[in-house]
Antibody, heavy 120, light 106 residues
Framework: QEQLVESGGGVVQPGKSLRLSCAAS????????MHWVRQCPGKGLEWVAV????????YYGDAVQGRFSISRDDPKNTLYLQMNNLRVEDTAVYYC?????????????WGQGVPVTVSS | SFELTQPPSVSVSPGQTARITCSGD??????VSWYQHKPGQSPLLLLY???KRPSGIPERFSGSNSDNIATLTIGGTQAMDEADYYC?????????FGGGTKLTVL
């Protein structure tokens, strides 16, 4: 069945880097754009980044612009989020999600989430 | 910047109809999606393109978008519907989520 599985989370010190991965299966990865979304403790959903299905466009939320980078490896059916210069406020559960297949405005499949804690 | 505004909480009695609103500038010109998020689970897409239900979503979940207010309506609310609900739309090149509404089924 269609599935997204995140990995790579953990505890990291402020200023350090971390790379999250999202393994996709059960659908044609190259046909869909992909997102990262996070939920900070006690807060709502916050959009982080999107990459087009062909990698031609990448956009970021204001909070992570210039520090995070989204990429994809299509032969491996894997989405990545490179997080640099991490801050305490980046502590969150990070979800990867698939861009919807009709108008593309929605996120129609989500992973289970991976926790990231930024703490000294 | 573009923002989506939701009420922080809505309460409803079992079997009654719950309505959760989402407002934003020129929202009626955008497609709105709705998500259900329960603790410890992944968010679930409930509605896309304002009112369309993905396969497997019960018919009691419905939506509308007019006069810059999108509304998620849950008919015959059940205890299992207790969750956080988020609206979402695109603003040019970014995705925006509403702040979320906690639905309590009393």
């Amino acid at each position: 069945q269609e599935q997204l599985v995140e990995s790579g989370g953990g505890v990291v010190q402020p200023g350090k880097s971390l790379r999250l991965s999202c393994a996709a299966s059960g659908f044609t990865f190259t046909s869909r754009g992909m997102h990262w979304v996070r939920q900070c403790p006690g807060k709502g959903l916050e959009w982080v980044a999107v990459i087009w299905n062909d990698g031609s466009h990448r956009y970021y939320g204001d909070a992570v612009q210039g520090r995070f980078s989204i990429s994809r490896d299509d032969p491996k059916n894997t989405l990545y989020l490179q997080m640099n210069n991490l801050r305490v406020e980046d502590t969150a559960v990070y979800y990867c999600a698939r861009r919807g297949g009709y108008s593309g405005d929605d996120l129609d499949l989500w992973g289970q989430g991976v926790p990231v804690t930024v703490s000294s | 910047s573009f923002e989506l505004t939701q009420p922080p909480s809505v309460s409803v009695s079992p079997g009654q109809t719950a309505r959760i609103t989402c407002s934003g500038d020129q929202l009626e010109d955008k497609f709105v999606s709705w998500y259900q998020h329960k603790p410890g689970q992944s968010p679930l897409l409930l509605l896309y393109q304002d009112a369309k239900r993905p396969s497997g979503i019960p018919e009691r979940f419905s939506g509308s978008n007019s006069d810059n207010i999108a509304t998620l309506t849950i008919g015959g609310t059940q205890a299992m519907d207790e969750a956080d609900y988020y609206c979402q739309a695109w603003d040019v090149t970014s995705v925006v989520f509403g702040g979320g509404t906690k639905l309590t089924v009393l």
